[in-house]
């Protein structure tokens, strides 16, 4: 497929003016097609509003008419076939079985919203019939309907092509509530975001919804961005990327003269918590387990583990040798881009440098300038110097991580009291160590969004009872996760409806019903019309 380099404006395209940029291909270096641009101010007025004017048709369209969209988006983001996972290949640097398994993730999500939109629960109608001959005053028949917000901007993060992207749950999820979506383009991959659009509109064509529900602009550097944040009609935004972006987006939102809600999902040290009896038991084999999660997708995973705390002993001496030993047997691999890739070699140097930090194993072979390479770094600490110096429990995105020793169980849940927000945290340990560490679980439920068992936090299903997310700086907002169906709620409000007549209230609130969705009828839940 040709890549223009357009932005695609409610099904417009427009050729980018003022700055423009490529993309560059992490593994040799090179430009590829395609010549980008940043959008302007007007580019970003226009798109917002085409979303506003398209907002009452797609949100006043059938749940079926959405649900096919859905559908249909998914089949059309299979139609692009191999040249979309090339594209991708390319931009990003990441293996061609990683990409189809993340396409088959974005598909999956498609249909599981649209699945979503059939059972209607989701929209949590609530119905509390009239007592006209209530004593002392009657009671008003009042109903309350979660209703979509209004156009919604999403930034998606470089390392999610597919699922975290142009077409990733926060696009999928905004409208399938009803939500118009104008999306920042990330500028790493481009041409993956351009293919992506053209799936988007040609599902909306074929299910007759209109073009404004959609938007793509590019813009590298923040201008773009910000302006998208900040313009009136953006109701929401959705953004995956770095704290640093996230929290420059986030102030951005709180200071319009409008604040509106802002969903961050940021990134995180997903600290793993391993015990003694597992440590006695399976030192290696959990060592094993963890360096293959630390270089996952070349370490750019949120939900890396990229700190280990375990108590001092035979068994963590053990755990660490194994630990290096497996890392030496990692060979560099490309990361996203050069910028990535830079910091990366920027957050370990400094991390060289602090006192009471050793690197415990590393690749043994040395990664490639211009292939973009990465080698996998593993150090070790003690708590003390992890809690004296800040920049060792902030993110450094990529496959470096350290495992920290505690000289007492005090001093485990002291750095675990200390802990700031996380997306997720691991405990690897037997039962019996689940018993005795149950003050530490405890700790874990006030600081992260998911607490895994004997296995890490990279992985996640997308499914009803999945948590993503965390208190800050993990995300902006501890109560929405960006992940699985209840993504939804984030582009949502309640609307509360008070006499009105059966025939003017939305389709969730009719006496009727939509057929076989669960209601809150006068304080209990069924499925049965009122
Ligand atoms: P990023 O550099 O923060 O970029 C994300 C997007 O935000 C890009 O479009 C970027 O555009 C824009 N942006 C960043 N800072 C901005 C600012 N100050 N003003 C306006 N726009 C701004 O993140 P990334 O490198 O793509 O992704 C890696 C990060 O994402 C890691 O930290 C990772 O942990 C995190 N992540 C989190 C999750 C999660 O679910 N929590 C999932 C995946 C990744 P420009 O590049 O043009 O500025």
Redesign the pocket.
């Known amino acids: 497929m040709n890549i223009t380099g357009n932005h695609f404006i409610a099904g417009r395209e427009v050729a980018p003016q003022g700055n423009t940029f490529q993309a560059i291909a992490p593994a040799t270096s090179q430009p590829l097609e395609g010549v980008f641009g940043d959008a302007s101010h007007a580019d970003a007025d226009t798109a917002l509003q085409a979303a506003d004017d398209a907002f009452d048709a797609l949100r006043l369209a059938s749940v079926e008419t959405r649900a096919t969209f859905l559908e249909t988006l998914a089949d059309e983001i299979l139609a692009l076939g191999d040249a979309l996972l090339e594209r991708a290949h390319a931009e990003t640097a990441l293996p061609m079985a990683r990409l189809t398994g993340e396409r088959g993730r974005a598909m999956g999500q498609c249909k599981m919203f649209a699945g979503l939109l059939r059972d209607g629960s989701w929209a949590q109608a609530s119905i509390d019939r009239a007592i006209p001959d209530r004593q002392p005053l009657p009671k008003p028949d009042v109903r309350k309907v979660l209703l979509p917000i209004g156009p919604v901007v999403v930034?998606?993060?470089?390392?999610?092509p597919f699922a975290?992207g142009v077409v990733g749950t926060d696009t999928v999820c905004a409208l399938a509530a009803g939500c118009p979506v104008v999306v920042?383009?990330?500028?790493?991959h481009p041409g993956t975001c351009e293919m992506l659009a053209r799936a988007v509109y040609a599902a909306l064509e074929k299910t007759g919804l209109p073009a404004g529900a959609f938007s793509v602009l590019y813009?590298?550097?923040?201008?773009?961005?910000?302006t998208l944040?900040k313009h009136p009609l953006t109701q929401a935004v959705a953004?995956?990327?770095?704290?640093?972006?996230?929290?420059?987006?986030m102030d951005?939102a709180a200071a319009r003269p409008q604040p509106i809600p802002f969903y961050?999902?940021?990134?995180?040290v997903n600290p793993v918590f391993v015990l003694p009896r597992a440590l006695e038991q399976r030192a290696g084999k959990m060592a094993e387990g963890y360096v293959q999660s630390v270089n996952m997708g070349v370490g750019?995973?949120?939900?890396?583990p990229a700190v280990v705390v375990g108590l001092a002993g035979d068994g963590l001496k053990a755990f660490v040798e194994g630990a290096a030993a497996e890392a030496a047997k990692v060979s560099p691999a490309s990361m996203?881009?050069r910028?990535?890739c830079e910091?990366y070699e920027a957050g370990t140097a400094v991390w060289h440098t602090i006192d009471g930090l050793k690197l415990a194993g590393e690749s043994s072979t040395a990664p490639q300038q211009e292939a973009t390479q990465a080698p996998c770094r593993i150090f070790t600490t003690t708590v003390d110097v992890l809690e004296n110096n800040e920049e060792l429990r902030r993110?450094v995105?990529g496959p470096c991580s350290i495992v920290t020793e505690c000289a007492s169980v005090e001093e485990m849940l002291r750095f675990a009291r200390g802990l700031e927000g996380q997306?997720t945290a691991a405990i690897h340990g037997t039962e019996e160590d689940l018993r005795e560490f149950a003050p530490l679980v405890r700790i874990l439920e006030r600081k992260v969004g998911r607490i895994i068992f004997n296995g890490f936090g990279t992985g996640?299903e997308p499914c009803p009872s999945m948590h993503?997310?965390?208190p800050y700086p993990?995300?902006s907002h501890s109560f929405f996760t960006?992940?699985g169906t209840s993504a939804i709620y984030r582009f949502v409000r309640p609307v509360c409806y008070q006499g009105f007549p059966d025939e003017a209230l939305p389709d969730a609130l009719k006496n009727s019903g939509p057929a076989g969705a669960f209601r809150v009828v006068d304080g209990k839940l069924t499925s049965a019309a009122v």
């Open positions: 930034f998606g993060a470089s390392n999610f975290i920042k383009g990330h500028p790493a813009g590298k550097g923040n201008d773009i961005g910000v944040v953004f995956t990327g770095s704290l640093r972006g996230g929290r420059a987006l951005v961050g999902e940021m990134g995180s750019q995973f949120c939900t890396n996203l881009h910028g990535i910091a993110e995105f997306l996640i993503h997310g965390g993990a995300a960006s992940i």
